[in-house]
């Protein structure tokens, strides 16, 4: 017990340091994970139990799968059917220049994850790798403002402070930069869009690759991001491309 209370204590004085470190430096994506370590809490303890409480759920905690290998095999997704979710998949990281095991060397600067039950270390590190492919499969782009609503859909998914932080410092930035843009209303439609839609994390997804996105999508009850499409429109048309400051993050 007292080893569970340790491994999930919130650490705030250290997630204030990191997103100091991160404010300077917007690259460094190990700050992001340390943020992410300092504030979980019990979000994967709880995580896990819920992924106990469905068949799907269970399978894949007693097989845990490494959906990292499936996402690196580019032979295999180039093989895919076109307009699948793998193929869509491997248009998004090329264009992208993103590789699936991008974020493991980063995610090891932050190595108290390490210290959970195998569980939860086997769910961390799955809910870190299917960041990219949950930009696929939620339509969100990589600007600045895409990754703040991806970040509100995955928080929305299965709750945690870090992620909340890091949307909210983001949010405040956001303002500041396109005050024209109601960056409030578009986070709020990715928490929203996450309670509508099946949760992912109990789903195999990398069993699903081979199947058409569209079909996925209307099966899973993932609505397009109107309010974040508009958004986008609004600044592209105004020329600011917006470069992502929010790194990808795992739970």
Not at 169 to 182: K, T, V, Y
Request: proline share 6%; aromatic share 6%; hydrophobic share 40%.
């Amino acid at each position: 017990m007292m080893t569970n209370w340790w491994n999930n204590r919130v650490q705030p004085l250290a997630a204030l340091a990191a997103m100091r470190r991160l404010i300077a430096n917007p690259d460094a994506t190990g700050e992001v994970f340390r943020i992410i370590e300092a504030l979980k809490g019990d979000s994967l303890q709880r995580a896990v139990v819920r992924l106990g409480q469905s068949e799907t759920g269970r399978t894949l905690l007693a097989q845990r799968p490494d959906i990292v290998t499936r996402l690196s095999d580019r032979d295999y997704l180039r093989s895919l059917p076109a307009g699948s979710l793998g193929w869509h998949y491997l248009q998004f990281v090329e264009s992208q220049q993103l590789s699936a095991d991008g974020l493991v060397a980063a995610s090891d600067e932050a190595p108290g994850r390490r210290r959970l039950p195998a569980d939860q270390q086997w769910l961390g590190a799955r809910l870190r790798d299917i960041h990219d492919l949950q930009h696929v499969l939620t339509g969100y782009g990589r600007d600045e403002l895409g990754e703040l609503c991806l970040l509100s859909f995955m928080t929305g998914q299965t709750h945690n402070r870090g992620i909340n932080f890091i949307v909210f410092m983001g949010r405040r930035q956001f303002r500041r930069q396109a005050p024209e843009i109601d960056v409030d209303a578009c986070v709020a439609e990715g928490a929203e869009l996450a309670r509508r839609c099946r949760w992912l994390p109990a789903l195999p997804l990398e069993d699903y690759l081979p199947q058409p996105l569209d079909s996925l999508r209307r099966e899973w009850a993932l609505e397009p991001p109107r309010r974040y499409l508009a958004a986008r429109a609004l600044l592209d048309g105004a020329g600011m491309t917006g470069v992502a400051t929010v790194a990808p993050v795992p739970q």
